[in-house]
């Protein structure tokens, strides 16, 4: 059963409809809750997003007290990137002067204000087979992506990235696994339950692609 879980991640996406999926000779996967969400630019300006999908979580059950933490940051960073750099096109640069996060945060509130377009879909599921579970989430901005491949690269190379990649360093050291899809405006990310990190490191091949 150790290898059922690493599938959990690219076949999820098969379950939303029926609420099962048997892939190969694994265990039937089974979806025990779902919940989706998308905002647009009025609500993205006046929403508190991350704590209102932390309380979802946490009413429909995560089944791990501990995971709320890391949910927490998870879901911030996911949140952060969207906005930030998919919708407002701000560049982490800013904030490597000496007041650079107060810039940083000064153009955010500018840019923000002045944002009329712009979408971020959410979708957290948990899913679970016989042995292991996981929270799946699932984001998606409207924005024009990001070079995804290049900042992997630098990470998985130990390049510096203290311009860019921080946040994606994080989400990757604390899930179990994680993928961006197409030009980056997506991004898959399993969180265990139990924190057993190898139980997840396998993202979906081929999810669905969220309506």
């Given at each position: 059963?150790?290898?059922?879980?690493?599938?959990?991640?690219?076949?999820?996406?098969?379950?939303?409809?029926?609420?099962?999926?048997?892939?190969?000779?694994?265990?039937?996967?089974?979806?025990?809750?779902?919940?989706?969400?998308?905002?647009?630019?009025?609500?993205?300006?006046?929403?508190d997003v991350v704590p209102l999908l932390l309380h979802v979580v946490n009413k429909l059950?995560?089944?791990?007290?501990?995971?709320?933490?890391?949910?927490?940051?998870?879901?911030?960073?996911?949140?952060?990137?969207?906005?930030?750099?998919?919708?407002?096109?701000?560049?982490?640069?800013?904030?490597?002067?000496?007041?650079?996060?107060?810039?940083?945060?000064?153009?955010?509130?500018?840019?923000?204000?002045?944002?009329?377009?712009?979408?971020?879909?959410?979708?957290?599921?948990?899913?679970?087979?016989?042995?292991?579970?996981?929270?799946?989430?699932?984001?998606?901005?409207?924005?024009?992506?990001?070079n995804h491949e290049g900042v992997l690269f630098r990470l998985s190379h130990s390049?510096?990235?203290?311009?860019?990649?921080?946040?994606?360093?994080?989400?990757?050291?604390?899930?179990?696994?994680?993928?961006?899809?197409?030009?980056?405006?997506?991004?898959?990310?399993?969180?265990?339950?139990?924190?057993?990190?190898?139980?997840?490191?396998?993202?979906?091949?081929?999810?669905?692609?969220?309506?």
């Open positions: 059963m150790q290898n059922n879980l690493q599938e959990c991640c690219h076949t999820v996406a098969q379950t939303h409809e029926t609420g099962t999926s048997t892939v190969g000779g694994c265990a039937t996967l089974q979806v025990e809750w779902m919940f989706q969400l998308k905002l647009t630019s009025w609500q993205l300006k006046h929403t059950g995560s089944g791990d007290e501990k995971l709320s933490g890391k949910l927490f940051l998870v879901l911030s960073e996911l949140f952060n990137n969207a906005l930030d750099h998919g919708l407002l096109k701000l560049d982490s640069a800013l904030k490597n002067s000496r007041d650079g996060l107060e810039r940083y945060l000064e153009e955010r509130a500018a840019r923000l204000g002045r944002m009329e377009q712009g979408e971020i879909y959410f979708r957290l599921r948990k899913v679970a087979d016989q042995s292991r579970q996981c929270i799946k989430i699932d984001v998606r901005d409207s924005g024009a992506g990001f390049v510096d990235h203290a311009h860019h990649g921080r946040g994606i360093a994080l989400v990757r050291s604390m899930s179990g696994a994680m993928r961006y899809i197409g030009n980056g405006s997506e991004v898959y990310v399993c969180l265990p339950i139990g924190g057993v990190l190898g139980g997840c490191n396998k993202v979906m091949q081929h999810p669905a692609n969220p309506k």
